[in-house]
């Protein structure tokens, strides 16, 4: 059933300025005459079902998707389900749960609180129950709040917070929208376990920032919303950065020069910089700028937090984070779940590598924010083990973590295992600066300057190299 066809539905078109990029944003007023109640995704499957259906098969649901840019995907769907990260590992031995310190607080509730799903895990297979499993609202309605409960089977299940109060739930369910800034950070802002644990430069404070913080979403300036770059077709978003195994939409790629021109300045040395500088180097001169952000999770040293009553990680945190500079030609490697660890020269485990080197001529210098980690590794195989984290929380108990891990991924029972080193290459996009404010001559181009000029393939500094 379409809705042009069938229904009269009250479309509110939010006119903004001419040249706004947020201007193509609609906000959909659902009224009695659409549905009287919400009764949860099949009521927005009685006229979304082909929309439904697009977004079953994005990554934002499967949590999986084509990896062209995975060097060694061999083909493979990669993402979240099926691959090994260094701050909550994996999801598969995490999914679903209320994890109750011993005060009797909910302390976790498992890697589905992000999944766009009411909590079953995503199948590859589409059927009707996988349909409904789809939670349109927590994406669409701002006003939308869930937690978990059990159902009749004593199965954990998603369900809105006002399921008892149905008035006050179809009054947030017909309050349908694009997704919004805050919309999209309650999940991204908050990944990794705390807010900008993860990411570090996708921080809360893009809700209403200033211009300074943020050039394209201050909300007194150019109030851009994450969809005005990011949404694609059929649910599928644009853009991967360096860290991300699958793409959502591959032949649609996001860029800078999407937008901007690729020589924007109209001076010279600056143009010409933009051959093999991404502007994320020059325009973003620091991350974690309100909140600090997890640089280092070390698994292997359990920490207990007295106040909250849980354990953690040993986690080092850094704010006002100068980013790390590496090349970058849009293609990474990835230390796969079920591949033999390789160890760098030092020992380290880099879990995600961009590549590209200086003479590689698609390759341009990026901004990365470069997390380290301390992981288990089996010792026989060499595979990388994901940790069951929400029990961990509990009890600190890391042994019993790494074998419920190494359970879940590998069905295999008291692993013999061992703390190797991890590092991860996350680009860094967000908190672009005004121009005035981005880095200058001087910053890179001298001595005790921001960049490692050996470790990009110079001799040295090649500005001096030029005037000798």
């Known amino acids: 059933m379409k809705i042009a066809a069938t229904i009269t539905m009250s479309l509110v078109i939010v006119v903004l300025a001419a040249g706004d990029s947020s201007a193509a944003r609609r906000t959909y007023s659902h009224q009695d005459d659409y549905f009287e109640h919400y009764e949860g995704t099949a009521t927005c499957l009685e006229c979304h079902e082909e929309e439904a259906e697009s977004f079953f098969h994005s990554q934002h649901y499967q949590w999986r998707g084509q990896s062209p840019n995975i060097v060694n995907a061999d083909g493979e769907m990669l993402g979240k389900m099926n691959t090994m990260n260094d701050f909550c590992t994996n999801p ?221 990680a040993t986690i080092t945190f850094g704010e006002n984070v100068v980013p790390v500079y590496a090349w970058f030609n849009g293609d990474t490697r990835l230390m796969k779940m079920g591949d033999k660890v390789e160890y760098d020269e030092d020992g380290t485990v880099t879990i995600m590598a961009p590549q590209g080197d200086r003479k590689d001529k698609k390759a341009k210098i990026h901004a990365f924010k470069l997390h380290e980690g301390i992981l288990p590794v089996l010792k026989d195989k060499g595979w990388l083990i994901p940790i069951a984290v929400d029990e961990f929380f509990i009890d600190g108990d890391i042994e019993k973590g790494v074998s419920e891990g190494a359970a879940a991924a590998y069905d295999i029972h008291d692993p013999d295992y061992e703390w190797v080193k991890s590092k991860r290459y996350m680009g860094i996009f967000h908190e672009v600066r005004p121009a005035d404010k981005a880095l200058q001559c001087l910053d890179c181009h001298s001595e005790g300057g921001r960049m490692d000029w050996q470790a990009l393939g110079y001799k040295k500094d090649p500005l001096l190299d030029a005037m000798d």
């Not at 349908?176 to 993860?198: F, S, V, W």
């Not at 300074?212 to 909300?219: E, L, S």
């Not at 997890?294 to 354990?311: C, G, Q, V």
């Open 92 to 312: 598969l031995a995490s999914w679903i749960g209320d994890a109750v310190n011993t005060d009797g607080k909910v302390i976790a509730q498992g890697c589905s609180l992000c999944h766009a799903g009411l909590g079953k895990i995503p199948s590859p297979v589409l059927s009707r129950e996988q349909l409904e499993n789809i939670d349109c609202l927590i994406c669409h309605a701002s006003g939308y709040r869930r937690d978990l409960y059990k159902d009749e089977n004593g199965e954990w299940e998603w369900r809105p917070i006002l399921w008892k109060n149905q008035v006050g739930l179809d009054s947030v369910s017909k309050r349908i929208t694009m997704p919004e800034r805050k919309m999209c950070l309650r999940c991204h802002a908050g990944a990794g376990g705390g807010q900008n644990y993860k990411r570090g430069d996708i921080e809360y404070e893009l809700v209403d920032c200033s211009p300074d913080f943020d050039v394209h979403m201050a909300t007194d300036g150019n109030d851009m919303h994450c969809v005005d770059c990011h949404a694609g077709d059929d649910h599928r978003v644009r853009g991967r950065g360096s860290d991300l195994s699958g793409t959502d939409s591959p032949d649609n790629p996001l860029f800078c020069t999407s937008c901007h021109e690729e020589k924007p300045h109209g001076i010279l040395a600056l143009d010409h910089h933009t051959d093999r500088l991404n502007c994320t180097v020059c325009h973003i001169t620091e991350f974690a700028k309100k909140d600090p952000t997890d640089m280092k999770r070390d698994w292997s040293t359990p920490l207990h937090h007295e106040i909250a009553n849980k354990f953690t």
